[in-house]
């Protein structure tokens, strides 16, 4: 009977690490990368991706609100990894109210739910580049914190 209480503990701490709110958009998402799907932008439009990374800019233009991303791989959480990992950029487009622009700040880590969308060149330093772009369904911001990845503690400390 302890054993039984102590795996759905432990099942319920596992499982409340994801954001709840994106599982409906993981599991109907499209299995490419990043780079695949970069590449081959045309037949993957319209296909939900689950996307992650960095925000660097936000502004708005002619097709309304957007996020400038720099992607990163994701933990198995859908959190975006703090490593020097990263297949490019990418834009989020949203509506107005979407997104609490108040938590919007270069350097927060976002995971990103959306369809495919037009790409966009844009200039990027020198040179042009040509962003792939989302149409905004889901998102969750992620909190700092200092060490990411698994973390387990157990000490004794004595003083004499």
Not at 12 to 33: G, M, N, R, T, Y
Not at 83 to 103: A, M, P, Q, T, W
Not at 108 to 126: D, H, K
């Amino acid at each position: 009977m302890i054993a039984v209480r102590w795996f759905f503990l432990l099942a319920f701490a596992l499982v409340s690490c994801a954001p709840f709110h994106l599982s409906e958009w993981i599991d109907q998402k499209e299995e490419a990368s990043f780079e695949e799907i970069k590449a081959s932008e045309a037949s993957f439009k319209g296909k939900v991706v689950v996307w992650g990374g960095t925000m660097v800019a936000h502004g708005v233009d002619a097709q309304g609100n957007w996020l400038e991303m720099v992607q990163r791989p994701l933990d198995l959480n859908w959190r975006p990894l703090l490593n020097d990992e990263s297949s490019g950029r990418f834009l989020v487009y949203f509506k107005s109210g979407e997104i609490d622009l108040k938590e919007v700040r270069e350097g927060r880590l976002a995971t990103f739910a959306g369809m495919v969308a037009q790409g966009q060149t844009r200039t990027l330093g020198q040179r042009a580049y040509e962003y792939p772009a989302l149409d905004y369904r889901d998102h969750h911001f992620w909190s700092p914190r200092s060490n990411p990845g698994f973390r387990f503690h157990f000490g004794l400390n004595a003083s004499f």
